[in-house]
């Protein structure tokens, strides 16, 4: 078989089980979960013999192309083409292995979900049009997954239809992002007028030979779509709240998929941003405000996967960063590093969420021995937590490692794809935020695993297969930064390796701010036990799903607000101080979206409606009365008698003719 058929049947598998699994859910639900788990799972193996292939026979660095004409359009042509070079192998093989070990975690976590055959189904269809945005060649057949990917978070995201918390943020998502999309899709078109094809391989053809007419119109355009995608500074208010989904979709999304798919797209089109130093100025302003932005509130937020929403929002911050610099390598080894440990946290966070019956950190804080039942979640999520704060020799500190390297050199001149400016903002924005990110990451292992108080409820053991994902997925999380000195040839870099400079600095900026919080922790632990706070909604026999859905319902009611909780014992309170209910709330743009955006459109629509039917409906009613009159003043006249008629028709005869005579005497 040859790789093309191998890379095609990569994206085909999933959608097809997909396909069979909406099929048969009713009719022969044995077959569901099978069909969840051995798609992806083949798509995995497979997207990694892509990858051995396509090193084998082209070089890790060099891509890979096959096309066919798809369809003709009397222009600019759409193709069905492939275009896999080094780093398209490595995600494919991300998106496989996640979307894998997803799909086995949701077999117990939602193993009496009803809904769990369209669950599954939707899942799988996320992942196949993840991987068609990946192995795609032509800008309109990635825009295609692009789309599937957004309408599939719309009903993941909405899985809890019954709660107004996931139908909110179902729709929100739904709408944010296609407010991005809607400049994207303009951009696309610009940058297929300008190079005259969609074809990946002619675009950057193009760039190279200086093809672009309009290079910042087009970057601008695109990166207001990677924005709302990758829930960027100022579109990525949609994703803390897309935390009212299932966590296995929420370990999904943040971690192969959907997110992850704008930074992918510019890291595959770098070359158009880099032929605009505005848009890379943009583009690393956008990534800073983005990196402290998402940390300052993520060290603010109770609701443990809100915590880790705001984090997700961050490491794009430093993946952005870097392809501000122009280093697409450090940025795609960020993604996948960050793939891994972040699927791990949030998969270990719904297992907490069972085992504590809470998704609040200031109720899991009041609990003894949460760490002991699940020993599991504990071990993994530590390794993680570890990862995601950047502590060597974890994987998370190589990766972040190369985003600082590439915005040192760009900020010092030895590099010429970037302003000097646009590293130091990275560089700078990305220190700050390693600092922050440590101390969020410590208070969250603090809360949830070092509480204090009457022992936390026995559950009863998780289930193997959740328990089994979240050992395979800290293998990477510990152990891919060992591998910085192979894997850069893949990502068309010649070294990812740290520097003494940025590592010391890094480090020492992370263990600074980890030991400040546990400063913190130690000094309001004690107001812990004199203050009871509590939202523990589960039912000790209730399935993973159950548990979460209602702990997210009743957070809001017991704390008064979905995001935040009014603990005097949190650490992250004292550290934020007068800041902490600004961070808490997201810095108020939704407020302030709401405001500029949401009111001035309820308005316009309240009026549309008003002069829709005040005023055209008047007109039409009105003529309508009319006629309705006119009828029955004529209806008297007609009574059925043949002489009336013919006396009528005689008068009006003689009211003519003296009219007639009247008019040609006066002439």
């Given amino acids: 078989m040859t790789t093309t058929t191998l890379a095609v049947l990569v994206p085909l598998l999933p959608f097809l089980g997909a396909v069979a699994g909406l099929l048969l859910g009713r009719t022969a639900p044995g077959f569901v979960r099978p069909l969840a788990v051995l798609p992806p799972l083949a798509a995995a193996v497979l997207a990694a013999f892509v990858a051995v292939r396509q090193s084998a026979g082209h070089g890790p660095g060099a891509p890979l192309d096959a096309a066919t004409r798809l369809t003709p359009t009397g222009s600019v042509p759409i193709d069905l083409a492939l275009h896999i070079d080094g780093f398209a192998a ?48 032509d800008l309109m057949v990635l825009l295609v997954g692009w789309e599937i990917m957004g309408i599939c978070s719309y009903f993941l995201v909405g899985h809890y239809w019954e709660t107004p918390e996931a139908r909110a943020a179902s729709l929100k998502a739904f709408l944010v992002t296609k407010l991005g999309d809607v400049p994207f899709l303009l951009g696309l078109f610009a940058l297929a007028v300008d190079t005259g094809t969609f074809r990946i391989t002619g675009v950057l053809d193009a760039v190279a030979n200086d093809g672009l007419d309009h290079p910042t119109l087009i970057a601008l355009l695109l990166i207001a779509g990677v924005a709302g995608k990758s829930a960027q500074f100022p579109l990525h208010t949609w994703l803390p709240d897309a935390m009212a989904g299932p966590t296995p979709v929420s370990a999904l999304i943040h971690a192969a998929t959907m997110v992850a798919a704008g930074v992918y797209f510019v890291a595959r089109l770098l070359p158009v941003f880099a032929a605009s130093a505005a848009a890379l100025g943009v583009l690393a302003v956008l990534a800073a405000i983005t990196m402290v932005g998402s940390a300052l509130a993520a060290l603010a937020q109770d609701d443990i996967k809100r915590v880790l929403a705001y984090s997700t929002i961050g490491q794009l911050g430093y993946m952005t960063g870097a392809l501000a610099v122009g280093d697409r390598g450090a940025a795609v080894f960020h993604l996948i590093s960050h793939g891994a440990f972040k699927a791990l946290l949030f998969l270990g966070a719904g297992v907490i969420i069972h085992a504590a019956g809470t998704n609040s950190l200031a109720a899991m804080s009041r609990m003894g021995g949460l760490a002991k039942r699940v020993p599991d979640a504990y071990w993994t999520m530590t390794i993680a937590l570890l990862a995601l704060a950047a502590i060597p020799p974890f994987a998370g500190f190589f990766s972040k490692e190369a985003v600082l390297v590439a915005a040192e050199h760009t900020a010092f001149g030895d590099s010429d794809i970037a302003p000097a400016a ?104 004690a107001l812990a036990a004199r203050t009871p706070m509590g939202a523990v909604a589960a039912h000790p026999d209730a399935e993973p799903a159950l548990s979460e859905a209602e702990a997210i319902a009743s957070h809001a009611p017991v704390y008064g607000n979905i995001a935040s909780a009014p603990d005097p014992a949190d650490p992250g309170r004292l550290l934020l101080g007068r800041l902490h209910g600004h961070a808490a709330a997201g810095f108020h743009l939704d407020a302030l979206y709401r405001v500029m955006f949401q009111r001035p459109v309820q308005a316009a629509a309240t009026l549309v409606r008003f002069l829709d039917r005040e005023v055209v409906d008047t007109y039409v009613r009105g003529a309508g009365t009319g006629t309705r009159w006119l009828g029955i003043a004529v209806r008297g006249a007609q009574t059925g008698n043949v002489q009336t008629y013919l006396g009528a028709l005689l008068a009006g005869t003689v009211v003519l003719a003296i009219a007639a005579v009247l008019v040609a005497a006066g002439a």
Avoid: K
């Avoid at 939602?110 to 189904?121: E, I, K, V």
């Avoid at 400079?501 to 263990?511: F, P, R």
């Fill in 90 to 137: 490595l995600v494919a093989i991300l998106v496989g292995a996640v979307a894998t070990c997803v799909q086995i975690y949701s077999t117990s976590y939602l193993r009496d979900d009803p809904r769990y055959p369209s669950y599954a189904a939707l899942v799988s269809l996320f992942t196949s049009a993840m991987l068609l945005v990946v192995y795609s060649g």
């Fill in 422 to 525: 646009a590293g130091w903002t990275v560089l700078v924005a990305g220190l700050l935020t390693a600092l922050l990110t440590a101390a969020y990451a410590t208070r969250l292992w603090l809360l949830a695993f070092r509480g204090r108080g009457v022992e936390a409820a026995d559950h009863g053991g998780q289930p193997l297969a959740m328990n089994t994902v979240l050992w395979v997925l800290a293998v990477p999380s510990l152990a891919f930064g060992l591998t910085v000195g192979v894997i850069a040839p893949w990502l068309d870099t010649e070294s990812l390796a740290p520097t003494v400079t940025t590592s010391v600095l890094g480090t020492g900026v992370a263990l600074v701010g980890g030991l400040v919080t546990y400063g913190a922790w130690s000094h309001t632990t």
